[in-house]
């Protein structure tokens, strides 16, 4: 699975919108970008994935650029209740497998009044 | 109750003590894991089930074992709990149509 670098805190006034960046630089065709969250003493819990076009849900955006080494995650509206380790993950995306997550160190988001 | 459960929430046991911690969950998810979580380290997978009766090794399953007789449960057993197995514990289930992993809410476990 490729390796993913990610800031290690960041800041975000509430109520403006939170980009979270990664990078993946060794990221393989078939493999797919997740994004995880943990919010404090909480089990992770999954926001979004995609594999080459930008994606969206109820929760946040995606944007993959286009050689695919990089992407974002946007909180359109940061609340408190965002405040969290948000984690990067590459990999295969088969469904057919165990598609083992391995999360790294994230970027812990700081939501501010 | 729906969703994925896991109990106890918080354990204290002694050096050498047997302990299982539970995971259940209602979806008839075939894949199931634990994964462990320290200061420092991050989640660090354990042990997963693809199906009823069959596990597989993750990243970190020495001390531990796990068993799979009925699809929604997957327990965890610490046969003789050391101090390093001092974490906590998140189990998570996925089923075979989606990418995404639902986790449970946790066990703290404390080995003295």
């Known amino acids: 699975d490729a390796k993913t670098t990610q800031p290690p805190s960041m800041d975000c006034a509430e109520g403006r919108a939170a980009n979270l960046p990664c990078n993946h630089s060794?990221?393989?065709?078939?493999?797919?970008v997740y994004w995880y969250r943990q919010i404090h003493s909480q089990g992770p819990q999954y926001i979004i994935h995609g594999l080459k076009n930008n994606e969206t849900n109820e929760m946040a955006s995606l944007i993959i650029t286009e050689d695919r080494k990089s992407s974002t995650l946007i909180l359109p509206h940061a609340t408190l209740r965002d405040t969290a380790v948000y984690y990067c993950?590459?990999?295969?995306?088969?469904?057919?497998?165990?598609?083992?997550?391995?999360f790294g160190t994230g970027t812990r988001l700081q939501v501010t009044l | 109750d729906a969703g994925i459960t896991q109990s106890p929430r918080y354990k204290i046991t002694e050096t050498g003590r047997q302990v299982t911690l539970m995971c259940h969950q209602t979806w008839s998810h075939s894949y199931m894991f634990w994964y462990r979580q320290d200061l420092g380290h991050g989640l660090r997978l354990i042990y997963y089930s693809a199906a009823a009766d069959i596990t597989d090794k993750g990243e970190v399953p020495d001390g531990y074992v796990v068993s799979r007789s009925k699809t929604e449960n997957f327990p965890l057993t610490l046969e003789s709990a050391t101090r390093s197995q001092t974490s906590v514990y998140f189990c998570?289930?996925?089923?075979?149509?989606?990418?995404?992993?639902?986790f449970g809410p946790g066990t703290r476990l404390t080995v003295t």
């Open positions: 060794t990221i393989s065709g078939n493999e797919y």
């Open positions: 993950i590459v990999r295969v995306g088969d469904t057919g497998t165990a598609s083992k997550l391995t």
């Open positions: 998570a289930s996925r089923g075979t149509s989606g990418y995404e992993q639902y």
